[in-house]
Every structure is written in structure tokens, then in C-alpha cells.
């Protein structure tokens, strides 16, 4: 790529944005943000006092930018349903249109399927995204360190605050936990993924997990395909993993996330 990933996407981010506002002033979305309703408390269901249980955030991803399609048939309320059937503790939904192929419309309907609580993976580059993401139910959404500021990660975090959403913080490198650091960020998500140059390296997140604080819940993601990948992570103290690819290209979602969860022996 003659430019970056990230680049690219920030830029069809920005310019996204700024038409979305032609049809729907922040203000609006504001108004409808700011309601009280009830989420489902993301990070609550990471939770557990059992160092031997995995957490599955297994994820609705119809296509990637270094995969192509994975699944063109997906339907979002049926795999939502599926996931939470085979234990998964939650759900992610990739709701970026052009590269990712999703839809806000993709995490309604999981929603509507299923009562896990549902994280709108996607790239948060405004306070327009943070509002309407709470407007289409998102109970968490995904906030990537490299594309931040400190000042914008610490003001976006507070906002989910105020509107009671929870935050998963994408990290992949220690710069990233450096730009972290003095922020109120809690669910760590550790990327194998470079998404710059979308090299991969599944040591990444059971290298950089040690950097993180006590109380922070670190979040394996990208390459994980097997148990035991899963087992690698777990000797390094990660129980907790986000799962697309392999759980969409599984022929039964929910019997996969079994098996991702089945200790030795079962």
C-alpha cells in the first residue's frame, strides 16, 4: 500500500462524518444519546474470579481488507444467536461500510438476537461516532490508541462515561501503552495485527501483556484460530480473546466457541 491502512481509513472517516452531519446534526444525535437507557455492562461480563475461565468476545465480520469476503451470506441476528449459544461472553459487530463491508443495521439485529452485551468495533475518530453509538444500543465501543491523541482518548473515555458505555482500548505496541498510560482505560485490546502494514504476530499480545496495570483485563485479538493458541495466551496470564475470522469461517459457530472454551481433557 502506497499508504497506510490507517491513513486511509481516517481520511473515509473524516469525510463520512462530515456528510453524516448534513442529514443529522451532532446536537440531534446528542439529544437521543443523552436518554438513560439500560446497557448490558460489557466489561462486567469479562469479569470472573476464575483464573481458569476463557472469555470469548466472538465477532459478526463479513470482510477485512487483507482477507477479502469471509462470509457474504452472514446474517448478523442468526450468528448473534449462535455465538451466545455456543458461551460466548459477548459480542462484537464491525459496523465500518466500505472497507469491512458491515453495518450499523448488523448490530441492531445482533442485539436484537441475542442478550450478551454487543461492542461496535469500528473506528472512533469523533464524539459523532461515540453518540451514535450509543443511539443504536452499542453497550461498549472500540477506541484505537494509534489513531488518538492522549488528550482525545482521556476526553473520549469520559464521554462514554457519561453515557454509560463501556471501552474497549486497542493497543499494539508499548508506544501505545506509553499514550495510555494516566488514562481511565480498563479492557486492553491487544492487537497481533499491525494495522499500518497488517503484519501479524500471535506473540505480540503475551509479549506487551506484562506492561500492562493491575485491574486492566487484556484482550487477545487477530490470529487466533485453535485451542491452542488459547493455551499459549493463558500461560501468559490473557484469558480474555476477540474472535472473528475463524469463528465466521467455521461451519458451526457455536460448537467452535466450545471448543475454544473446553479444557484439556473435554
Do not use: W
Amino acid at each position: 500500500m502506497a499508504e497506510d491502512f490507517l491513513s486511509q481509513i481516517a481520511a473515509y472517516k473524516q469525510d463520512l462524518v462530515a456528510r453524516q452531519k448534513k442529514y443529522r446534526s451532532e446536537a440531534s444525535l446528542r439529544r437521543d444519546a443523552e436518554i438513560a437507557v439500560e446497557r448490558r455492562g460489557f466489561i462486567r461480563h469479562m469479569e470472573s474470579d476464575d483464573i481458569d475461565s476463557i472469555h470469548i468476545i466472538a465477532e459478526i465480520k463479513r470482510a477485512s481488507p487483507s482477507k477479502g469476503v469471509i462470509r457474504d451470506n452472514l446474517d448478523a441476528a442468526a450468528t448473534a444467536a449462535a455465538y451466545q449459544q455456543g458461551g460466548a461472553s459477548a459480542i462484537s459487530v464491525l459496523t465500518e461500510d466500505h472497507f469491512f463491508k458491515g453495518s450499523v443495521d448488523d448490530l441492531i439485529a445482533a442485539r436484537r438476537a441475542a442478550t450478551l452485551p454487543v461492542l461496535r468495533k469500528d473506528f472512533t475518530l469523533t464524539t459523532y461516532q461515540i453518540y451514535e453509538s450509543a443511539v443504536i444500543g452499542a453497550d461498549a465501543i472500540l477506541l484505537i490508541v494509534r489513531m488518538l491523541s492522549k488528550n482525545q482518548l482521556k476526553d473520549y473515555m469520559a464521554l462514554c462515561d457519561d453515557l454509560n458505555l463501556d471501552a474497549l482500548v486497542e493497543i499494539h505496541s508499548a508506544e501505545d501503552i506509553r499514550t495510555m498510560e494516566g488514562t481511565s482505560a480498563r479492557l486492553i485490546g491487544i492487537n497481533n495485527r499491525n494495522l499500518q502494514s497488517f503484519d501479524t504476530d500471535i506473540k505480540n499480545a503475551m509479549n506487551l501483556v506484562a506492561g500492562l496495570l493491575p485491574g486492566q483485563i487484556p484482550v487477545a485479538a487477530s490470529a487466533i484460530q485453535s485451542r491452542d493458541d488459547i493455551e499459549k495466551n493463558q500461560k501468559a496470564g490473557i484469558r480474555h480473546f476477540l474472535i472473528g475470522e475463524s469463528i465466521v469461517r467455521s461451519e458451526d459457530p457455536a460448537a467452535f466457541i466450545r471448543t475454544l472454551k473446553a479444557h484439556k481433557g473435554q
